[in-house]
């Protein structure tokens, strides 16, 4: 088993073997802001900090019987002492956890983490019910929101889902245009369904441009970056050349909504065509903007 599960598990194990579902995302998060190397990262989601990977690994377990789940609570069922599995440190910060906030109520524990972690209350759609005045206006602070067009493009290799959605989200992305030929994923998060519902829950509108992508058959046997070379000019020749209206479709949307990013898989822009189609954007007329990649 997985080690972050068990922790799953200890945390539910610790805190009397039944937690709502909200409260457990919140718990969660507070035991990994005590991790040096965190076993979760989080998104500010519709009720504050969520983990898609602890959300993920609860249905697995459930799956396997380890835990049961309706509506709104998480009920461990079987009890095999997760906790003593942990290493000395998760110990510690799971028994911190269940005396600092164990006697929470799930009001309580919302508003505690919106007013400490005021970020993850960004996308919150019950914080003015739950905050003041003042501390909204530490969550408003938190909003990043720029007036400047700019076209970037994101890799979302050797990254988490949530580490992905945080960066779109600082970079205020309207779209995210996903133009991999085929928009599946063995990495959990970025098949085509599960990424464009975690965009959706984040306020950001997902497209998928297959007709931009690469053929699989086209990226065997790439070893040099000669070998990239020679992929992407074929790709200027064929593939941009026969889209232009996806190009010119990507560059509407640009100009409607101000802040799109292309995605692809491949973290060194180098090795990605999403590289050489931000350049036809870019050359495109009245093309006055920015690009970056991030």
Do not use: W
Not at 165 to 192: E, M, P
Not at 218 to 234: C, I, P, V
Not at 264 to 279: P, Q, S, V
């Amino acid at each position: 088993m997985f080690y972050r599960r068990k922790i799953i598990l200890a945390l539910l194990e610790t805190c009397g073997g039944t937690i709502s579902a909200i409260n457990f995302q919140k718990l969660l998060f507070l035991f990994t802001r005590k991790q040096e190397t965190k076993a979760f990262d989080f998104v500010p989601y519709r009720y504050g900090c969520f983990s898609f990977q602890a959300n993920q690994d609860i249905a697995t377990l459930k799956t396997y019987g380890y835990v049961s789940y309706n509506e709104n609570d998480i009920t461990l069922e079987k009890n095999d002492n997760y906790f003593s599995q942990l290493n000395m440190f998760d110990k510690q910060y799971v028994l911190e956890i269940k005396s600092q906030f164990g006697n929470f109520s799930q009001g309580d524990l919302i508003k505690y983490t919106y007013i400490n972690y005021p970020f993850y209350a960004t996308k919150s759609q019950i914080a003015k019910k739950i905050l003041n005045n003042e501390e909204l206006q530490k969550v408003q602070q938190q909003i990043h929101t720029y007036s400047e067009t700019m076209l970037f493009t994101i890799g979302y290799e050797g990254i988490a889902l949530e580490t992905y959605i945080n960066k779109l989200i600082t970079s205020d992305i309207k779209i995210l245009c996903d133009v991999r030929k085929n928009a599946f994923s063995q990495k959990y998060g970025f098949s085509k369904n599960q990424l464009k519902t975690a965009c959706e829950g984040v306020g950001i509108q997902y497209v998928h441009i297959p007709d931009l992508g690469i053929v699989s058959n086209k990226r065997q046997a790439l070893n040099t970056q000669s070998d990239y070379n020679l992929l992407f000019e074929d790709y200027e020749q064929t593939v941009l050349q026969q889209n232009t209206k996806d190009i010119n479709y990507i560059f509407d949307l640009l100009k409607h909504k101000k802040r799109i990013a292309l995605t692809c898989f491949e973290a060194n822009i180098n090795h990605c065509h999403r590289k050489h189609l931000a350049e036809a954007i870019t050359r495109l007329p009245d093309f006055n903007y920015k690009m970056q990649h991030i």
